[in-house]
């Protein structure tokens, strides 16, 4: 089966500016996760989602970052604006409901200057 | 509230030597516990987890780890690692039953010299 896909796999901002990042979970993983993994740390949870309703978006910062799930398949998560601690790389996760593993994507490293 | 605690950031070894990684996790309740591997420039990919029954936990790319209740521990070990090995290792905990959210330690760095 095909993985979880993330787009794009790299990218530079200018601080203020806006960025979106896209995932693909996999097919019929009804639960889906963005991590922001800060260079030399673990990865923390940003958002959950299961199907199209947020479960825990506790540790995301609503002032600058938001994310969707639309049709509860693919999710955008969105940094506007952005500051110089957002440099980080993006994970993207899912899993099948009630299921304890969780699939990785490739991640998208994002360099805010 | 859960955490992770990995007690080394970097660990070298050198090529067909032993490995222990560390890692102690503080919760309140029951909880299940994961080793994921990261290469450079990948995500993350599950090494073994723990949810019930033994302790002794066995996973891929020969490694295993060990659930211990009283120290509140999860090392990892592998008897004999290789150039391959090399990467970032880290630590995990969810609480509760099913797709709960992950707790990660700040990783453990792995690198083998020949």
């Known amino acids: 089966e095909a993985g979880v896909a993330q787009s794009p796999r790299y990218k530079i901002i200018e601080k203020r500016q806006s960025v979106a990042f896209w995932c693909n979970p996999i097919s019929g993983h009804a639960t889906l996760y963005w991590y922001q993994q800060i260079l030399g740390q673990g990865p923390k949870l940003l958002i959950q989602?299961?199907?199209?309703?947020?479960?825990?978006d506790s540790q995301l910062p609503k002032d600058r970052f938001s994310a969707e799930r639309l049709k509860g398949v693919d999710s955008t998560l969105k940094i506007q604006p952005a500051k110089l601690e957002d440099s980080a790389v993006y994970l993207c996760?899912?899993?099948?409901?009630?299921?304890?593993?969780?699939?990785f994507g490739p991640g998208t490293r994002l360099t805010v200057t | 509230a859960q955490s992770v605690t990995q007690l080394d950031s970097q660990v070298p070894v050198f090529e067909e030597a032993p490995v222990e990684l560390r890692c102690n996790y503080s919760s309140s309740v029951s909880v299940y516990l994961f080793w994921y591997v990261q290469y450079p420039n990948q995500g993350l990919q599950l090494l073994l987890k723990y949810l019930s029954g033994s302790t002794l936990v066995k996973g891929i790319n020969g490694f295993e780890a060990e659930f211990n209740k009283s120290q509140t521990s999860f090392h990892l070990r592998k008897p004999s690692v290789h150039i391959s090995d090399t990467a970032e290792y880290f630590c995990?905990?969810?609480?509760?039953?099913?797709?709960?959210?992950?707790?990660f330690g700040q990783g453990t760095r792995l690198t083998i010299n020949p």
């Open positions: 989602f299961q199907n199209n309703g947020v479960v825990d």
């Open positions: 996760a899912s899993a099948r409901v009630g299921g304890y593993e969780q699939y």
């Open positions: 995990a905990v969810s609480e509760g039953q099913g797709a709960q959210k992950l707790v």
